[in-house]
């Protein structure tokens, strides 16, 4: 079993920066692909970055965040972190992060096994 806990949230301006963390509870962080994801009202919920588990070599993004957003991971601290730049009142949603188990990280949320509460991001224009 595993907790997942989002913070870093809030309000920004158009162009600026936000960095979200996932504190994430049990012995076994490192086994875990970790994904972030988002859903905006009205809309359903999308993969924004996901990251390899142990030494996360390998990093997917969203084609909508790919040179603003990155995603990495200390596993001494069991957290998973998302940097964000360049913000843009389109990035407004609530943001999730998520563990999955499969041997490769996967953009389909259906995939992931464990899920945090999510943490409000709102991008004034």
């Known amino acids: 079993q595993v907790q997942l806990v989002e913070s870093g949230g809030g309000l920004v301006q158009a162009g600026g920066s936000l960095r979200l963390s996932c504190a994430a509870s049990?012995?076994?962080?490192?086994?875990?692909?970790m994904g972030w994801f988002r859903q905006a009202p009205g809309k359903d919920r999308e993969f924004v970055a996901t990251?390899?588990?142990?030494?996360?070599?390998?990093?997917y993004y969203a084609d909508s965040v790919k040179g603003r957003f990155t995603i990495s991971r200390d596993n001494a601290k069991n957290t998973v972190y998302l940097q964000m730049n360049s913000l843009k009142p389109d990035d407004t949603a609530v943001y999730y992060c998520?563990?999955?188990?499969?041997?490769?990280?996967?953009?389909?949320?259906?995939?992931?096994?464990?899920w945090g509460q999510g943490t409000q991001v709102t991008v004034s224009s």
């Open positions: 990251i390899s588990w142990s030494g996360g070599t390998i990093a």
């Open positions: 998520a563990a999955d188990l499969s041997l490769t990280p996967t953009m389909t949320p259906r995939e992931y096994d464990y």
């Open positions: 049990g012995r076994t962080f490192s086994s875990y692909n």
